[in-house]
């Protein structure tokens, strides 16, 4: 059996390379298939007009475009990702918008210059850095005291059937060793006693959580089995992987991917699998 790299360790989390074209080659399919998270998110943190609001981790910029809209034409929204070529789309998206931009940067340690902001938000978009002490020391500066920070964030790995289910099929094929559970990743910030750590170190304050479970269509609502097997194999660090092994394995783990997609598929809905999602609230 092959030997792989831990998906997490995969250059597959470059954002400002691989993996941001990645995701803008399969934003439809992306977007759709956490856009329930993300209405549950939004729900949660509650922002209100005139609030001034940071996006991390913006990708395609629809969140952003959603919280400019709940904080209207007084407030402001600034999308920020380390990939280019997804703030190339969110400025597109958001051409004629007044009161959202974007700007492409490392935010562990960029300060924006007309920071400091009211609320700071992610969906998803702040499990990959490098050093997370610093990082959140940073953004802790980006926010005015007494401001809030709104995340989201995957849960345990073994409460996200739509994860566990699909590297079960990659390691029937190729060997993936475990990686550290805090390696900078999908579910590096699974562990909220670690999470809690990092904010309160940053200065972080009232840490406060909400559980979101749920089902999420993999590879977007309506998606086919199949469609969902090459969405996997084409933007998961996991069918880089696989693909690697050679064609052979390529073939095989995509038809074990068929079968457990087909059983999870829904007629009208798609392939649907349960998640568990931290939605993290804390102030500055």
């Known amino acids: 059996m092959t030997t792989a790299a831990a998906p997490e360790q995969l250059k597959g989390e470059d954002w400002a390379g691989e993996q941001g074209r990645k995701w803008l080659s399969h934003i439809d399919r992306f977007e759709g298939m956490i856009a329930p998270i993300g ?26 475009l959603a919280l400019a809209e709940a904080v209207g034409p007084d407030g402001t929204v600034l999308g920020i990702d380390i990939s280019p070529d997804l703030i190339a789309e969110a400025s597109r998206r958001a051409e004629g918008q007044a ?28 499990m990959f850095f490098a050093d997370p ?65 990092i904010l309160a170190h940053a200065g972080f304050s009232a840490p406060e959580v909400e559980t979101y479970q749920g089902e999420q269509a993999i590879g977007g609502p309506g998606a086919l089995p199949e469609d969902a097997a090459d969405f996997a194999l084409a933007s998961m660090a996991i069918g880089r992987a696989l693909a690697e092994a050679g064609p052979e394995v390529l073939e095989a783990a995509r038809n074990d991917l068929l079968s457990l997609f087909t059983r999870h598929y829904r007629d009208g809905e798609g392939v649907m699998m349960k998640n568990k999602v931290w939605l993290l609230s804390a102030v500055a």
């Open 39 to 64: 209405d549950a998110l939004l729900a949660h943190a509650g922002v209100t007009p005139g609030e001034r609001v940071i996006d991390l981790g913006c990708g395609g910029g629809l969140t952003s």
């Open 99 to 126: 009161n959202v931009r974007f700007l492409c940067a490392d935010a562990a340690t960029v300060t924006p210059e007309d920071a400091p902001y009211d609320r700071l938000v992610s969906r998803f978009g702040s």
């Open 133 to 197: 002490h610093a990082a959140f020391a940073n953004l802790h500066g980006v926010l005015k005291p007494g401001g809030r920070m709104d995340l989201a964030v995957w849960g345990p790995p073994r409460d996200n059937p739509w994860m566990m289910e699909l590297m079960g099929v990659a390691r029937a094929h190729i060997d993936i060793p475990s990686p550290d559970p805090r390696t900078p990743g999908p579910f590096a910030f699974a562990d909220l006693d670690y999470v809690r750590d």
